[in-house]
């Protein structure tokens, strides 16, 4: 006891050293999901070229075929309801065990999982090492399973073919799919779609060689030739997998930006904006505009954390979520579920039921992936969960009549939207956070695989643990089926609700602020606004806007030097008259264009010399549609003048025409509820990118 005082007096309890060790691995975790970009050497580059050097090039269209059949291998998963009861009846001597689907589970899990963990480590390395390892684990993961099943132990089963061959299958899935959506940047939905469409058309291939192989094998010899047959065609697929040369796809988000014809009065060779901007940056928001120098068409880049972070990403976990949730319920007990409830006479064989629902979830991935191309991520979503929910309601009436053919029908396309939201998914973050940012991205998405895997499977199990246990229903009985069905159909509700806020766009995250606002959001292609206060006249509501200050009579000074009786109106100083004038000498054909155009005037107030920029056949100002003169106020002088009332001179001045007035509902209290017409939005879009990119020109000069 005394020794023990001796060292406990003596010792010293350095909790700063915990703490820096905790820091240090904090940052090793955020480096780690920073530092995505994969770096390689010229002869690297020169050898992805190639897929027999110097004999056989590497062309675009190889990886989909390779993706393809690498992911249905991966596919074989989804057969794995024929393994339900041979594996129960050969461990517990219970056909009925319900044991052997918890695998399923565990393997989904582990995808989503390892999809998060390693997809980082993915996006910086070769797609063709990632997928050579996903299919070594792959197939560890069968013969661990094999090893199981010879020795009687579900543990070793468990850990096998659901760890193991779980975290294969997931660095496997996200390899395919970045290499694929990386070579087809123009069509990431029906490039994804078909790579995707393998994983679950791996169901129809595989429940017929399951049973096959299950009439003239053992259980461990089954999972051994399984595991062997896909690492031979995994293994020659990942000697094809070559990412693109670099600069393929855009370093970021392309941001939309109409073509604006804009003079410089100053350097009459240097017509456009888009001349102007080349090579330059801004920061919008917190996040940064580049120009690329030849194109001269704007890019948002995204950090990895930024992505992550935002509401956006989490709005469509949510969402993915509950699309699959039912799909892998389903998917892992329809055999078991038709067996049950229709008996042995059932009018199908169960093989031939779960190989039409791979092909309906291979289907679902194809078309749901293309149709996303041209009609848009989020409204394709939204048509997959309305439609999961209406089959849903659909199914708690049917089940309880025992009718076979539209229960299988109603399942078939509940699959068909299961996949279609898998085919959706990829193309949707690589649109939202650009290909950079889309393995990662994607690993984490996953996650929802994994929750949905886990929690609703194992929910599902509960409540037919509980009905058949302690309730007396047995499995034969409908309601046992039903009762699920509301759980799933209140999720299905909440992902709708969730995926209507889910902002795809960079116009939709990044359109302006309005002083007083809480929120703004498009919803069918219309902008609605939350605001507090009263709504000003044009375009003063506007955070990033100063109008510059009227004079002490009220009267306006028009472009033209004179004074308009408008209100509301700004001084255009004697310099600014002159350029102006100068500009309008300039004017091409003297056509006018509308009265939303936009003029830009960019000041540099340490020389006292105005930089002119005007929109080539622009009117700048009529008696119907007066034009008003602002000041840009940038993110940093906003944080230190937030009320914008008297913000310090700004490097950029703009000229615009006041827009339509707003359509304005007045809620309780001070809250307005603002439809943002498509000019208005059009218009102030185009002003908030002009002149931050000016800003940054202008103080590069």
């Not at 959506?181 to 469409?197: D, E, F």
């Not at 888009?274 to 068409?297: L, P």
Request: hydrophobic share 45%; glycine share 8%.
């Amino acid at each position: 006891m005394k020794i023990v005082e001796e060292l406990a007096s003596e010792a010293v309890f350095d909790h700063s050293a915990r703490r820096e060790n905790v820091r240090s691995f904090r940052e090793m975790l955020i480096n780690y999901y920073a530092n995505t970009e994969y770096i390689r050497t010229p002869q690297q580059i020169k050898r992805d070229q190639w897929i027999i050097y110097e004999r056989v090039r590497c062309r675009a269209w190889m990886i989909i075929p390779v993706a393809v059949l690498s992911q249905f291998c991966l596919g074989s998963l989804y057969a794995w309801s024929i393994f339900n009861k041979p594996i129960d009846n050969h461990i517990y001597d219970d056909p009925t065990a319900n044991r052997a689907q918890i695998t399923f589970y565990i393997a989904l899990g582990m995808l989503g999982a390892s999809g998060a963990a390693f997809g980082p480590w993915i996006e910086s390395h070769s797609p063709r090492m990632c997928a050579a390892i996903a299919a070594t684990l792959f197939f560890a993961g069968h013969c661990t399973a094999a090893l199981g099943l010879a020795c009687k132990e579900m543990g070793i089963m468990y850990f096998g073919y659901g760890f193991i061959s779980g975290i294969g299958m997931g660095v496997g899935y996200v390899t395919t799919i970045d290499a694929v959506i990386q070579w087809y940047p123009n069509a990431r939905g029906l490039a994804s779609g078909l790579a995707v469409s393998g994983f679950g058309s791996g169901a129809m291939a595989f429940s017929n060689l399951n049973a096959e192989l299950l009439r003239k094998f053992t259980l461990p010899q089954v999972f051994f030739i399984l595991g062997s047959i896909n690492f031979v065609v995994m293994i020659l697929c990942a000697l094809v997998m070559r990412p693109p040369p670099p600069d393929y796809n855009l370093p970021g988000v392309a941001v939309e930006m109409a073509e604006q014809s804009i003079a410089d009065m100053h350097n009459p060779q240097s017509r456009s904006l888009q001349q102007t901007i080349k090579g330059k940056s801004a920061t919008i928001g917190g996040q940064t505009i580049t120009v690329g120098s030849d194109s001269g068409d704007p890019v948002l880049i995204i950090t990895l954390s930024q992505a992550l972070s935002s509401r956006d990403f989490w709005f469509l976990w949510v969402s993915f979520f509950v699309n699959l949730v039912f799909g892998v319920v389903i998917i892992s007990n329809l055999a078991s579920m038709s067996t049950n409830m229709f008996g042995q006479h059932m009018p199908a064989p169960v093989t031939m039921i779960v190989t039409i629902e791979g092909a309906f979830n291979a289907s679902g991935r194809l078309l749901m992936g293309w149709t996303s191309d041209w009609a848009g991520r989020r409204r394709t979503f939204l048509f997959i969960i309305t439609l999961q929910i209406v089959i849903v309601t659909c199914l708690v009436f049917v089940i309880p009549e025992r009718t076979f053919w539209p229960f299988v029908v109603l399942v078939w396309l509940a699959t068909f939207c299961y996949g279609g939201g898998v085919g959706v998914i990829a193309a949707t973050l690589a649109d939202m956070f650009g290909a950079p940012n889309m393995s990662a991205c994607h690993g984490v998405m996953l996650t929802g695989w994994s929750v949905a895997a886990i929690g609703g499977g194992l929910t599902y199990t509960s409540v037919v643990s509980v009905l058949t246990g302690s309730r007396g229903y047995t499995l034969e009985d409908p309601y046992v089926y039903v009762v699920n069905q509301y759980w799933i159909l209140s999720l299905l509700i909440c992902g709708w609700v969730f995926l209507f806020f889910v902002r795809v766009k960079p116009k939709e995250r990044m359109y302006p602020r309005v002083h007083g606002q809480l929120f703004c959001h498009t919803l069918a292609g219309l902008m609605f606004r939350l605001a507090r206060g009263t709504a000003q006249h044009g375009l003063r509501d506007y955070e990033f806007l100063s109008a510059v200050p009227q004079p002490k009579d009220g009267h306006r000074v028009g472009v033209d030097g004179k004074r308009s009786e408008s209100d509301g109106g700004s001084i255009i100083s004697n310099m600014q008259k002159t350029e102006v004038a100068a500009a309008r000498t300039h004017r091409l054909g003297g056509r006018i264009q509308s009265s939303t155009d936009m003029q830009v005037a960019s000041a540099i107030h340490e020389t006292a010399t105005i930089s002119t920029y005007m929109q080539e056949d622009a009117l700048l100002s009529d008696k119907h549609h007066p034009s008003e003169a602002f000041n840009y106020v940038s993110d940093g002088h906003r944080s230190t003048h937030p009320s914008a009332a008297d913000p310090p001179s700004s490097c950029v001045q703009l000229m615009c025409a006041m827009p339509p007035a707003r359509r304005c509902i007045r809620l309780f209290g001070k809250w307005r509820l603002e439809h943002v017409s498509k000019e208005e939005a059009v218009t102030v879009w185009r002003m908030y990118l002009s002149c931050a990119l000016l800003a940054s020109t202008g103080s590069e000069k």
